[in-house]
Protein backbone atom coordinates (compact mmCIF):
# COMPACT_ATOMS: atom_id res chain seq x y z
CA UNK A 1 0.00 0.00 0.00
CA UNK A 2 1.44 3.35 -0.87
CA UNK A 3 1.59 6.17 1.61
CA UNK A 4 -1.67 8.07 0.22
CA UNK A 5 -3.42 5.24 0.15
CA UNK A 6 -2.60 4.46 3.75
CA UNK A 7 -3.19 8.20 5.21
CA UNK A 8 -6.70 7.91 2.94
CA UNK A 9 -7.62 4.85 5.06
CA UNK A 10 -6.17 6.49 8.82
CA UNK A 11 -8.48 9.51 8.33
CA UNK A 12 -11.39 7.01 7.55
CA UNK A 13 -10.65 5.23 10.45
CA UNK A 14 -10.08 8.27 12.74
CA UNK A 15 -13.29 10.06 11.58
CA UNK A 16 -15.26 6.87 12.09
CA UNK A 17 -13.70 5.98 15.26
CA UNK A 18 -13.26 9.13 16.45
CA UNK A 19 -9.27 9.26 17.47
CA UNK A 20 -6.49 7.09 16.10
CA UNK A 21 -3.48 4.99 18.03
CA UNK A 22 0.33 4.85 16.45
CA UNK A 23 0.17 1.04 17.96
CA UNK A 24 -2.87 -0.36 16.53
CA UNK A 25 -2.12 1.35 13.36
CA UNK A 26 1.27 0.14 13.05
CA UNK A 27 -0.32 -3.11 13.73
CA UNK A 28 -3.02 -3.07 11.04
CA UNK A 29 -1.00 -2.07 8.18
CA UNK A 30 2.19 -3.72 8.94
CA UNK A 31 4.77 -0.83 8.92
CA UNK A 32 6.82 0.52 11.59
CA UNK A 33 5.62 3.54 14.43
CA UNK A 34 7.84 6.16 12.97
CA UNK A 35 5.59 5.39 9.11
CA UNK A 36 2.81 5.89 11.07
CA UNK A 37 3.58 8.95 13.28
CA UNK A 38 5.17 10.53 9.36
CA UNK A 39 1.73 9.58 7.91
CA UNK A 40 -0.22 11.56 11.11
CA UNK A 41 2.29 14.20 10.91
CA UNK A 42 1.31 14.68 7.05
CA UNK A 43 -2.54 14.78 7.75
CA UNK A 44 -1.68 16.96 10.75
CA UNK A 45 -0.25 19.89 7.98
CA UNK A 46 -3.11 18.98 5.83
CA UNK A 47 -5.65 20.29 8.66
CA UNK A 48 -7.57 16.83 8.50
CA UNK A 49 -5.83 14.99 11.50
CA UNK A 50 -4.93 16.91 14.83
CA UNK A 51 -2.21 14.94 16.67
CA UNK A 52 -2.50 14.02 20.58
CA UNK A 53 -0.57 12.23 22.74
CA UNK A 54 -0.20 8.54 21.21
CA UNK A 55 -2.53 9.53 17.89
CA UNK A 56 -4.68 11.96 16.14
CA UNK A 57 -7.85 12.84 16.63
CA UNK A 58 -10.29 14.65 13.63
CA UNK A 59 -9.67 18.01 12.75
CA UNK A 60 -12.02 19.99 15.11
CA UNK A 61 -11.78 18.14 18.33
CA UNK A 62 -10.22 20.55 20.23
CA UNK A 63 -12.38 19.54 23.49
CA UNK A 64 -11.21 15.84 23.18
CA UNK A 65 -10.25 14.59 26.33
CA UNK A 66 -8.80 10.80 27.42
CA UNK A 67 -9.78 9.95 31.14
CA UNK A 68 -7.52 9.16 33.75
CA UNK A 69 -6.27 5.90 33.37
CA UNK A 70 -5.17 6.20 29.29
CA UNK A 71 -3.58 9.39 30.78
CA UNK A 72 -1.41 7.66 33.49
CA UNK A 73 -0.61 4.99 30.64
CA UNK A 74 0.68 7.67 28.30
CA UNK A 75 4.43 8.80 27.90
CA UNK A 76 5.12 6.84 31.64
CA UNK A 77 8.33 7.13 31.48
CA UNK A 78 8.98 10.58 30.40
CA UNK A 79 6.45 11.57 33.35
CA UNK A 80 8.70 9.79 35.74
CA UNK A 81 11.89 11.52 35.02
CA UNK A 82 10.13 14.72 34.30
CA UNK A 83 8.76 13.83 38.18
CA UNK A 84 12.32 13.20 39.59
CA UNK A 85 13.64 16.69 37.86
CA UNK A 86 10.88 18.42 39.52
CA UNK A 87 12.01 17.13 43.13
CA UNK A 88 15.33 19.77 43.00
CA UNK A 89 12.43 22.67 42.59
CA UNK A 90 10.56 22.10 46.05
CA UNK A 91 10.75 24.66 48.81
CA UNK A 92 12.76 23.71 51.57
CA UNK A 93 9.71 23.18 54.33
CA UNK A 94 7.70 25.91 51.95
CA UNK A 95 4.25 26.03 50.69
CA UNK A 96 2.98 24.26 47.24
CA UNK A 97 -0.02 23.99 45.29
CA UNK A 98 -0.41 20.56 43.10
CA UNK A 99 -2.63 20.79 39.87
CA UNK A 100 -4.39 17.74 38.87
CA UNK A 101 -2.59 15.81 36.24
CA UNK A 102 -0.56 13.01 36.13
CA UNK A 103 3.03 14.25 36.20
CA UNK A 104 2.47 16.22 39.11
CA UNK A 105 0.64 13.03 40.52
CA UNK A 106 3.98 11.21 40.32
CA UNK A 107 5.94 14.02 41.53
CA UNK A 108 3.35 13.23 44.40
CA UNK A 109 4.44 9.73 45.09
CA UNK A 110 7.72 10.01 44.56
CA UNK A 111 8.02 12.71 47.45
CA UNK A 112 10.60 11.20 49.97
CA UNK A 113 9.44 10.27 53.21
CA UNK A 114 11.88 13.13 54.80
CA UNK A 115 10.03 15.92 52.73
CA UNK A 116 8.38 18.68 55.35
CA UNK A 117 6.53 20.48 53.10
CA UNK A 118 2.14 21.94 53.08
CA UNK A 119 0.85 20.98 50.29
CA UNK A 120 -2.49 22.78 48.53
CA UNK A 121 -4.14 20.51 45.91
CA UNK A 122 -7.50 20.12 44.18
CA UNK A 123 -6.90 16.58 43.04
CA UNK A 124 -8.72 13.76 44.79
CA UNK A 125 -5.71 11.29 43.37
CA UNK A 126 -2.99 13.49 44.58
CA UNK A 127 -4.19 13.60 48.04
CA UNK A 128 -5.25 10.63 48.05
CA UNK A 129 -1.55 9.41 47.91
CA UNK A 130 -0.70 12.07 50.19
CA UNK A 131 -2.76 11.60 52.96
CA UNK A 132 -0.41 9.08 54.80
CA UNK A 133 2.70 11.25 54.39
CA UNK A 134 4.27 11.78 57.32
CA UNK A 135 6.05 15.61 56.70
CA UNK A 136 3.20 16.72 54.61
CA UNK A 137 0.66 19.09 55.95
CA UNK A 138 -1.92 18.50 53.29
CA UNK A 139 -4.82 21.18 52.33
CA UNK A 140 -7.57 19.45 49.95
CA UNK A 141 -9.50 22.06 47.72
CA UNK A 142 -13.34 21.42 47.57
CA UNK A 143 -15.66 22.03 44.90
CA UNK A 144 -17.35 19.69 41.96
CA UNK A 145 -15.72 16.71 41.35
CA UNK A 146 -14.85 16.23 37.41
CA UNK A 147 -15.38 12.38 36.67
CA UNK A 148 -12.67 12.33 33.78
CA UNK A 149 -10.09 13.79 35.86
CA UNK A 150 -10.72 13.70 39.88
CA UNK A 151 -10.06 17.22 40.51
CA UNK A 152 -12.14 19.89 42.04
CA UNK A 153 -13.73 23.20 39.33
CA UNK A 154 -16.14 25.79 40.00
CA UNK A 155 -16.84 28.46 42.41
CA UNK A 156 -15.77 27.04 45.85
CA UNK A 157 -12.44 26.00 44.09
CA UNK A 158 -11.84 29.10 43.14
CA UNK A 159 -13.00 30.77 46.00
CA UNK A 160 -10.06 28.90 48.02
CA UNK A 161 -7.51 29.62 45.95
CA UNK A 162 -8.02 33.35 46.12
CA UNK A 163 -7.69 33.25 49.46
CA UNK A 164 -3.98 31.94 49.84
CA UNK A 165 -0.50 32.37 48.73
CA UNK A 166 1.88 29.58 47.99
CA UNK A 167 5.92 29.82 47.27
CA UNK A 168 5.10 27.46 43.78
CA UNK A 169 2.54 25.97 42.14
CA UNK A 170 3.50 23.09 39.77
CA UNK A 171 1.11 23.19 36.90
CA UNK A 172 -0.07 20.52 34.34
CA UNK A 173 -1.09 21.37 30.87
CA UNK A 174 -3.13 19.01 28.01
CA UNK A 175 -1.48 21.65 25.41
CA UNK A 176 1.86 24.16 25.72
CA UNK A 177 3.49 26.47 23.17
CA UNK A 178 5.04 30.15 22.76
CA UNK A 179 1.78 30.55 20.12
CA UNK A 180 -0.93 28.78 21.94
CA UNK A 181 0.25 28.97 25.59
CA UNK A 182 -1.30 26.71 27.96
CA UNK A 183 -4.30 24.98 26.57
CA UNK A 184 -6.50 22.30 28.10
CA UNK A 185 -9.96 20.76 27.13
CA UNK A 186 -12.09 22.02 30.12
CA UNK A 187 -13.14 25.65 30.70
CA UNK A 188 -13.43 24.68 34.49
CA UNK A 189 -10.51 23.02 34.84
CA UNK A 190 -9.22 26.06 33.14
CA UNK A 191 -10.56 28.62 35.52
CA UNK A 192 -9.10 26.67 38.71
CA UNK A 193 -5.88 26.16 36.73
CA UNK A 194 -5.32 30.09 36.23
CA UNK A 195 -6.53 30.52 39.72
CA UNK A 196 -3.98 28.19 40.92
CA UNK A 197 -1.06 30.17 39.12
CA UNK A 198 -2.37 33.83 40.48
CA UNK A 199 -2.07 32.07 43.97
CA UNK A 200 1.82 31.18 43.50
CA UNK A 201 5.02 33.10 43.48
CA UNK A 202 6.72 30.76 40.85
CA UNK A 203 5.12 28.73 38.52
CA UNK A 204 6.72 25.39 37.09
CA UNK A 205 4.75 23.76 34.52
CA UNK A 206 5.57 19.82 33.96
CA UNK A 207 5.10 18.94 30.69
CA UNK A 208 5.90 15.86 28.27
CA UNK A 209 7.35 16.94 25.28
CA UNK A 210 4.40 15.25 23.04
CA UNK A 211 2.66 18.01 24.57
CA UNK A 212 4.45 20.87 22.74
CA UNK A 213 2.37 22.85 20.23
CA UNK A 214 -0.50 20.97 21.07
CA UNK A 215 -3.84 23.20 21.33
CA UNK A 216 -7.37 22.50 23.58
CA UNK A 217 -10.31 24.28 23.64
CA UNK A 218 -9.97 26.26 26.49
CA UNK A 219 -6.57 28.60 27.23
CA UNK A 220 -5.17 29.54 30.57
CA UNK A 221 -2.02 31.38 30.43
CA UNK A 222 0.86 32.16 28.65
CA UNK A 223 3.92 30.27 28.25
CA UNK A 224 5.57 33.46 29.47
CA UNK A 225 3.89 32.92 32.61
CA UNK A 226 5.87 30.10 33.21
CA UNK A 227 9.13 30.46 35.31
CA UNK A 228 10.92 26.92 34.34
CA UNK A 229 9.32 24.07 32.05
CA UNK A 230 10.72 20.71 33.29
CA UNK A 231 10.24 18.19 29.94
CA UNK A 232 11.95 15.70 28.54
CA UNK A 233 14.38 15.08 25.95
CA UNK A 234 11.97 14.43 23.20
CA UNK A 235 11.69 18.21 23.18
CA UNK A 236 14.23 19.71 20.85
CA UNK A 237 17.41 22.10 21.82
CA UNK A 238 15.69 24.33 19.39
CA UNK A 239 12.16 24.14 20.26
CA UNK A 240 14.08 24.60 24.22
CA UNK A 241 15.75 27.80 22.85
CA UNK A 242 13.01 29.07 21.47
CA UNK A 243 10.80 28.90 24.67
CA UNK A 244 13.85 30.35 26.96
CA UNK A 245 13.95 33.45 24.37
CA UNK A 246 10.39 34.21 25.84
CA UNK A 247 11.52 34.20 29.57
CA UNK A 248 10.96 30.40 30.46
CA UNK A 249 13.42 28.29 31.54
CA UNK A 250 13.87 24.65 30.27
CA UNK A 251 14.86 21.78 31.64
CA UNK A 252 14.86 18.47 29.20
CA UNK A 253 15.12 15.80 31.55
Known amino acids: MYAPERQQEILRLARDGGRVDVVSLSEQFQVTAETIRRDLKALDRAGLLRRVHGGALPAGRLDFEPDLAERETTAADQKDRIAKAALAELPDQGTMILDAGTTTARLAAALPPEATLTVVTHSLPIAARLADHPGIQLHLIGGRVRHRTRAA ?101
Do not use: C, M
Request: glycine letters at 8%.
Open 153 to 253: VDAWALRAYGEIRADLVLLAANGFSAEYGLTTPDLAEAAVKRAAVAAARRVVLLADSAKHGQEHFARFGDLGAVDLLITDTGLSPEDATAIERGGTEVVRA
